[in-house]
């Protein structure tokens, strides 16, 4: 069964901190993606990455970085947290040359104080 | 900007009746088109995708895509509250990147 498996589902973190969101994936797919969701805005791209070491903006990647070192692993660097990064963030994946559906973690919903 | 949005909502229905939810998009390269469900507190997954223009069935979802007029819609046949959600569409580009709608929540009423 696929599987996208996020580090933490729950955060609370400081503004100012750095925050390290976590996401692994076991389908071998080339193709991961992060997302947050916030109500009446709905799912808004903040970084993919096609291939390891590689990394493309989304729509909203202001205040954002992201690592992509293995293949299985994309990681989402909120250098210094503030209180409008509060938020679901979802981490998908994809396969490379196929249907084009997107396979979800479980969410990490992160709270800035 | 490349756009899609979704009919206002909340929609309500009685359980049985047909639900119709609609979405049209500003891309007009648009490859591929998809329909997510989220459940409350759930995340997102892919019910229908399609990529032609005319009718896809599978149960009681039928996906209709009009790439000349830019809408696709989801048709829910005999509605049941199991499928109160939020519905997602969404489409991909050139670059495989997939764009969402803001959702529409969808109630049925027992």
């Known amino acids: 069964d696929v599987k996208v498996t996020q580090s933490s589902r729950y955060l609370v973190k400081r503004t100012g901190e750095k925050v390290f969101l976590e996401c692994v994936q076991d389908m071998d797919h080339e193709n991961m993606f992060w997302y947050r969701q916030d109500p009446g805005l709905g799912l808004r791209l903040i970084y993919f990455?096609?291939?390891?070491?590689?990394?493309e903006k989304g729509d909203i990647p202001e205040g954002y970085s992201v690592s992509r070192e293995k293949k299985e692993r994309f990681s989402l660097i909120l250098e210094s947290a503030s209180t409008n990064q509060t938020s679901m963030y979802l981490c998908?994946?994809?396969?490379?040359?196929?249907?084009?559906?997107?396979?979800f973690g479980e969410g990490s919903r992160l709270t800035v104080l | 900007q490349k756009e899609v949005e979704q009919n206002s909502g909340p929609l309500s229905v009685p359980e049985g009746a047909i639900a119709s939810l609609n979405c049209t998009y500003s891309d007009r390269g648009s490859q591929s088109f998809f329909w997510y469900r989220q459940y409350s507190g759930k995340s997102p997954e892919l019910i229908m995708f399609i990529y032609s223009n005319g009718d896809k069935e599978d149960g009681r979802f039928t996906a209709q895509l009009n790439k000349a007029s830019q809408y696709v819609s989801l048709l829910i046949r005999d509605s049941q509250p199991s499928d109160s959600a939020t519905y997602l569409c969404a489409y991909t580009g050139a670059n495989s990147k997939l764009t969402f709608g803001k959702g529409i929540t969808l109630s049925v009423r027992p």
């Open positions: 998908a994946s994809s396969l490379a040359g196929g249907t084009g559906e997107l396979f």
């Open positions: 990455s096609y291939d390891v070491k590689m990394k």
